[in-house]
T-cell receptor, first 108, second 113 residues
Framework: GQNIDQPTEMTATEGAIVQINCTYQ??????LFWYQQHAGEAPTFLSY????GLEEKGRFSSFLSRSKGYSYLLLKELQMKDSASYLC?????????FGAGTTVTVRA | DADVTQTPRNRITKTGKRIMLECSQT?????MYWYRQDPGLGLRLIYY???????NKGEISDGYSVSRQAQAKFSLSLESAIPNQTALYFC????????????FGPGTRLTVL
């Protein structure tokens, strides 16, 4: 089975940093994705980790520890437009299993 | 133009009606997927197809059927809609190679009364 956990909601202030954690227990693992989803819109790709370590892409970074079944997404210099849901998804062969998503609210 | 399109974007129907949701893509991808999204439950896989002759059930296929009419088209049908099928439905595609990043359509909001 697949069990992917992430916090339901987080709130942060504009300009701050927020870290969204994701823990997983899955029957297989070929990589981990993070997607951003604004309300009522399609998910869009943010990052992909297949090896342990940190991947940095502008204001967003993603970390993976396969031995711990753990990943996090770090959002720096938060902007109002970063208010959205962030979805953690584990790849197993050619399918993705998604966590329920973390809704991040950025306050002025 | 969008790479992955879905029609209709919104639909209200009644219990017992048959309904079809359509997905088209211009990305040239072989793999296509149908998901539903419910508040607090995330995206759940309904069906997926790796080519025109390949159809596979996902984790929640009961009450749904699909048709892969061409590489670019993948339709989802509800033979007899029920209220707990009210949800946001997404189609997605991915390539044969690389990371299997999935590209999502804009979604169809379905309400079953």
């Amino acid at each position: 089975g697949q069990n992917i956990d992430q916090p339901t909601e987080m709130t942060a202030t504009e300009g701050a940093i927020v870290q969204i954690n994701c823990t997983y227990q899955t029957s297989g693992f070929n990589g981990l994705f993070w997607y951003q989803q604004h309300a009522g819109e399609a998910p869009t790709f943010l990052s992909y980790n297949v090896l342990d370590g940190l991947e940095e892409k502008g204001r967003f970074s993603s970390f993976l520890s396969r031995s711990k079944g753990y990943s996090y997404l770090l959002l720096k210099e938060l902007q109002m437009k970063d208010s959205a849901s962030y979805l953690c998804a584990v790849r197993n062969d050619y399918k993705l299993s998604f966590g329920a998503g973390t809704t991040v609210t950025v306050r002025a | 133009d969008a790479d992955v399109t879905q029609t209709p974007r919104n639909r209200i129907t009644k219990t017992g009606k048959r309904i079809m949701l359509e997905c088209s893509q211009t990305k040239g991808h072989d793999r296509m997927y149908w998901y539903r999204q419910d508040p607090g439950l995330g995206l759940r896989l309904i069906y997926y197809s790796f080519d025109v002759k390949d159809i596979n059930k996902g984790e929640i296929s009961d009450g749904y059927s699909v048709s892969r009419q061409a590489q670019a088209k993948f339709s989802l049908s509800l033979e007899s809609a029920i209220p707990n099928q009210t949800a946001l439905y997404f189609c997605a595609t991915s390539d044969l190679w690389g990371t299997n990043e999935q590209f999502f359509g804009p979604g169809t909001r379905l309400t079953v009364l």
